[in-house]
Each structure stands twice: as structure tokens, then as C-alpha cells.
């Protein structure tokens, strides 16, 4: 058995939990360290349940440097950090940047800075696509040029990635690696953790799940004029379990020494783009329910079409998505009956 004492920031959310399963199941321990602002300790419980064993959980928000100074010195034999911690609400952002920048970037800092002075600095950072805005050519491939960040949100991942980049320059001991992450959806097969968005949800499926159980009157569905084969935008829907175990082989690949440079980045998304009538269509195959949706205003900031090229991760990492679209939407909407007591 591999006994390895891993770091999750942010463990209690939602690719965080699935993380923790993952590493877990691989024999890998767990620290997590959540500040519970966006999750709850129930989680822990669900993870627990499903994986046989309790991570060690400390409550404790990364914005307090002395705080994460004084957990490293309690658990230097880490070897590996997958930093989940941040807010997401691309939005909310918009209207309070500042909290933005806090929590995504100095947390990141400090955070780097214990990293490096670990016996073994193995880092992996939570990216997005959203980092290639609307690219010219798809599928996006890690080469395709960052454009000029739509919000907030957006711009702490691009300088995030630029943080790390610039601290591996310097210091060839650290070993990180950025995964962009597409559209992660779904939930674990066991219905024991999944997605759990805080007041009406802005991502198309806890929107669509929420619709079906009731909580919502109909979906939104933003434009049907667009310059897409159904005149709907397309995006590259992954389930979070796929997502998951991409974080365990990035940080093999540096436990092992197996990266080529001390800052590697890579697309994690299935390869397929799917758009939101298909996504509305394959949660009616499975569920067996019409949903109720209305077309409406195109959203701002939405681009058209984002899937991946994941042919790197595919042969540098040894990782592929398995779940199709039907099965992410099945344990999502299994995920959202399990909630609401259906
Ligand atoms: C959004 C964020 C992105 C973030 C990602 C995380 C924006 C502009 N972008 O991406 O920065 O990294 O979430 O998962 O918020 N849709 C509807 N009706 C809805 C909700 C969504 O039609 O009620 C459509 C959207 O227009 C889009 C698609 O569904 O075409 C996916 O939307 P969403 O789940 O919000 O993801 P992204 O916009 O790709």
C-alpha cells in the first residue's frame, strides 16, 4: 500500500470531494483543509462512507498565512498538494473583485510558499479552459493562445497559472502542474457526494437537475442563434469522477519524476462537444422526464464552442475520460433525486 500524505485544499467541494475519493481508493492519504464557506461537513461523511476511511479534516481558511504556516509545520512529511480552494461564481466576481483576487491569489501564494519548502514539492492547480476564451481553432490544444480574461474569476486562473510558472523558474525543486478543467458535471455512482450549488445555480446542469425536481419553474436556455449546428453554444462536458482521476495520475507523474519540465499544463475535458439541446436531450434519455425550457437572451460573456484536444494528457499522463455524457447525466440527476428526497 502506498502510504503517501497528500494535501487537498478545498477537499469538502465539489471536484475536491471526488478528488479525495479517488486518492483514497488509491491508497494515497488524505489531508483536506476547507473552510467550509462553500461546502459542508457532511461531505466528509459521504466520503468516508464510500471509501471506507476518514481523511484527517482541518477547518481552516488559506487567507490566514500564519494558519497555513502553522499546519505545514504540524504535516511536513506531505508530498503532494492538489489546491482545489478558491471561489467560482463567475459573477459574483464581476461585482466583488477584490475578495476575488484574495482568495484565489494570496491563498495561491501562500500556499506555493510552504509547498517549496517541502522535502517533496509536488504541486497541481485547479485551471479552466476558461483561460483559451473563445479560441480560434477547435479542439483547443494546451498551445492555443490565453486570451484577455472576461471576468474577475477568469483572471485569477490565467494569473495563477503565471504565479506558478514564475516560481518554477526560479526554484527547481518545485514540480507543478496546471490541469484546465472543461465542464465538469455529474456526481459519484454511489450518490453519496455530488455538485451542491449555494441559491440558483449558474451552471447548465444543477440548472437542469433543479428543473426537474421542482425547485425550478423551467431552464433558460441563453440563445438558439448562434453559429452552431443547432444554433445553440457547445461545450465539453466531463464527469467529475473522469476529472478526478486525472488528478491522481498528474501527481503519480510527479511523485514518480515523470514530467518533462517542472511546469507542465493540461487540457482535462472528454474531447466532445456537446451542445445545451444535446445536454437537454441526453438528460431526457435517461431520466425519462421532458424538461421544461424556454429559449432566451444570449447570456454575456458566453462564448460559442470550447471542447478539448486532450491528445496530451492522453499520452503524457496515460489518462482518458471514460463516462459518456449519458452516464455524467444519470449520476447527476441520480445525485439531485438523492438531495431532495425523490
Ligand atoms: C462557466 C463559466 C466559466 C467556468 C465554468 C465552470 C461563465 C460565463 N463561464 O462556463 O468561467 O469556468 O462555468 O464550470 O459563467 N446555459 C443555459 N442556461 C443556463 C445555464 C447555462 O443555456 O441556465 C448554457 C450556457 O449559455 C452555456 C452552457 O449552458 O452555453 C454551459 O454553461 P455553464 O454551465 O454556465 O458553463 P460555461 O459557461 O461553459
Not at 5 to 32: A, P
Not at 206 to 217: C, E, K, N, V
Amino acid at each position: 500500500m502506498n502510504m503517501k500524505k497528500i494535501l487537498v485544499t478545498g477537499g469538502l467541494g465539489f471536484i475536491g470531494s471526488h478528488t479525495v475519493v479517488e486518492l483514497q481508493n488509491e491508497g494515497f492519504d488524505v489531508v483536506i483543509i476547507d473552510n467550509l464557506s462553500n461546502s459542508s461537513l457532511d461531505v466528509l461523511q459521504g466520503i468516508t462512507s464510500i471509501t471506507g476511511k476518514a481523511p484527517i479534516f482541518e477547518k481552516l481558511d488559506l487567507k490566514h498565512k500564519y494558519s497555513v504556516k502553522e499546519f505545514f509545520k504540524t504535516h511536513s512529511d506531505i508530498v503532494g498538494v492538489i489546491h482545489f480552494a478558491a471561489s467560482k461564481a463567475v459573477g459574483e466576481s464581476v461585482e466583488q473583485p477584490l475578495m476575488y483576487y484574495e482568495n484565489n491569489l494570496n491563498t495561491l501564494i501562500y500556499m506555493l510558499d510552504e509547498v517549496c519548502n517541502l522535502a517533496s514539492s509536488n504541486f497541481i492547480f485547479s485551471s479552466s479552459c476558461t483561460v483559451y476564451g473563445q479560441a480560434d481553432e477547435m479542439p483547443i490544444t494546451e498551445n492555443a493562445p490565453v486570451k484577455p480574461a472576461e471576468s474577475p474569476y477568469g483572471n485569477t486562473k490565467q494569473i495563477g497559472e503565471e504565479i506558478i510558472s514564475d516560481v518554477c523558474r526560479v526554484n527547481s525543486n518545485l514540480n507543478a502542474i496546471s490541469l484546465r478543467y472543461f465542464n465538469p458535471i455529474g456526481a459519484h455512482k454511489s450518490a453519496k457526494i455530488g455538485e451542491l450549488p449555494i441559491g440558483v445555480p449558474q451552471n447548465l446542469v444543477p440548472f437542469i437537475t433543479q428543473t426537474a425536481s421542482g425547485l425550478r419553474d423551467f431552464l433558460s436556455v441563453f440563445g438558439n442563434d448562434y453559429p452552431t449546428p443547432d444554433g445553440t453554444c457547445i461545450r465539453d462536458y466531463i464527469h467529475v469522477v473522469d476529472l478526478a482521476k486525472a488528478h491522481v495520475v498528474a501527481l503519480q507523474r510527479l511523485l514518480k519524476g515523470g514530467n518533462e519540465a517542472n511546469y507542465e499544463t493540461f487540457n482535462v475535458g472528454t474531447g466532445v462537444g456537446s451542445s445545451v439541446l444535446e445536454v437537454i436531450q441526453s438528460f431526457e434519455r435517461v431520466s425519462g422526464l421532458k424538461l421544461k425550457y424556454q429559449f432566451a437572451e444570449r447570456r454575456s460573456g458566453d462564448i460559442i464552442t470550447a471542447y478539448a484536444n486532450t491528445d496530451k494528457a492522453n499520452s503524457k499522463l496515460g489518462w482518458t475520460s471514460k463516462s459518456t455524457l449519458d452516464e455524467a447525466m444519470l449520476s447527476a440527476w441520480n445525485w439531485e433525486k438523492k438531495i431532495r428526497g425523490l
